[in-house]
């Protein structure tokens, strides 16, 4: 029998009074049913990130004893904010989400299930459709190493008739920050998200590489329906470019913490001359800012790099066996784009 455990539920907000005042609802209700079903506590914290509208007035006015509310002041970026929020919570479990998140009534508990008794789990991720669509936005995510770089975003399902048996293990490279439950414990361990990534992507990939190298594991479980508005509050309010080069940015600096095979991180080295040299004939300076912005952040990375490599119990080649192994499987879909996602309905459909 299933021993259900309290769970934080950690929500960062910035400039997101109208996000709020749409999805917090969701949440608060998820959250009461897996209070009464299962017997359990559910603290819901929303850590505000500097923001200018009125979310914090909103909050006071409207939820002022469900919703526990840390205001940091000025804007830090998602991963101080996130990391605020981990340092309140009080339950094992932490079921991080973003503002822009619609959460099925009973999307937590399965997730939770993960957590009883499995002394190697880090983390699970919910399987997250996008608004206004009927694809999906994230489930399962597929690791592997090409051109010098970890490609980690590759979405697969399951096909649930050929699955061995309901107790299968599906493995996902990341545990999305959006959508995602942790191991309380094993997130303060690794002091949550990287802030020198802030103020935002990748902090999510990075942690979850930092979990695999540590033998800790995590999984996907597409029973915890979430529905996702991508990129609500990065898109309206950062330029596109802006974005695209902190992503990359963020991404080399991944690759430089934690990419720790000798010949992989030759590869690696390898790549980004290459595509700095492709970046001159395109007369395209934006992946030489990348670069540089990385580079400027070199020492403190190195730093990072140092400490991470006393902790590795799992290496680069063995991580990517694991996904390797999984994607050969023929339970596993791999979709890539939404003719690959209707493939899936069809081919799901016709399993049932």
């Known amino acids: 029998m299933t021993c259900f455990q309290n769970v934080s539920i950690v929500i960062p907000n910035w400039n997101g009074e109208g996000l709020l005042i749409e999805f917090l609802p969701s949440v608060l209700h998820a959250a009461t049913y897996y209070q009464k079903k299962y017997n359990t506590l559910v603290e819901i914290i929303v850590v505000d990130d500097g923001s200018q509208d009125n979310s914090i007035s909103w909050l006071e006015t409207n939820y002022l004893k469900e919703v526990k509310v840390i205001a940091l002041g000025e804007n830090k970026g998602f991963a101080k904010a996130a990391n605020a929020g981990f340092l309140a919570a009080k339950y094992p479990i932490i079921f991080l989400i973003n503002n822009d998140i619609r959460v099925e009534i009973d999307a937590i508990a399965p997730l939770a299930k993960h957590f009883d008794g499995d002394q190697t789990i880090f ?23 090409h051109k010098g770089h970890w490609h980690i975003f590759m979405n697969y399902d399951v096909l649930p008739s050929k699955l061995p048996n309901q107790e299968t293990r599906l493995y996902s490279f990341v545990a999305s920050g959006g959508y995602s439950a942790f191991d309380r414990a094993k997130l303060l361990e690794l002091e949550g998200f990287c802030e020198l990534l802030s103020p935002f992507y990748w902090e999510d990939a990075e942690l979850c590489y930092r979990a695999w190298k540590r033998g800790w594991k995590i999984y996907y479980e597409p029973t915890s329906i979430v529905h996702h508005r991508s990129s609500a509050t990065i898109a309206k309010k950062v330029p596109a470019r802006q974005v695209q080069i902190i992503a990359e940015r963020n991404r080399l600096l991944m690759h430089w913490i934690n990419l720790h095979n000798p010949s992989w991180l030759m590869s690696h080295v390898f790549w980004v001359a290459l595509k700095l040299l492709q970046a001159v004939l395109k007369l395209d300076i934006a992946y030489w800012q990348t670069v540089y912005r990385a580079l400027k952040l070199l020492p403190q990375a ?27 499987q023929n339970w596993v879909m791999v979709i890539n784009n939404p003719s690959d996602y209707y493939r899936y309905i069809e081919l799901a459909g016709e399993n049932k």
């Open 302 to 328: 190195l730093d990072l790099r140092q400490k991470e490599r006393r902790f590795v119990v799992c290496s680069d080649k063995e991580i990517l066996e694991i996904f390797a192994k999984q994607a050969k």
């Open 123 to 145: 983390g699970v991720c919910s399987k997250a459709y996008r608004l206004e669509s009927d694809l999906f936005d994230g489930a399962g995510k597929l690791g592997r190493f």
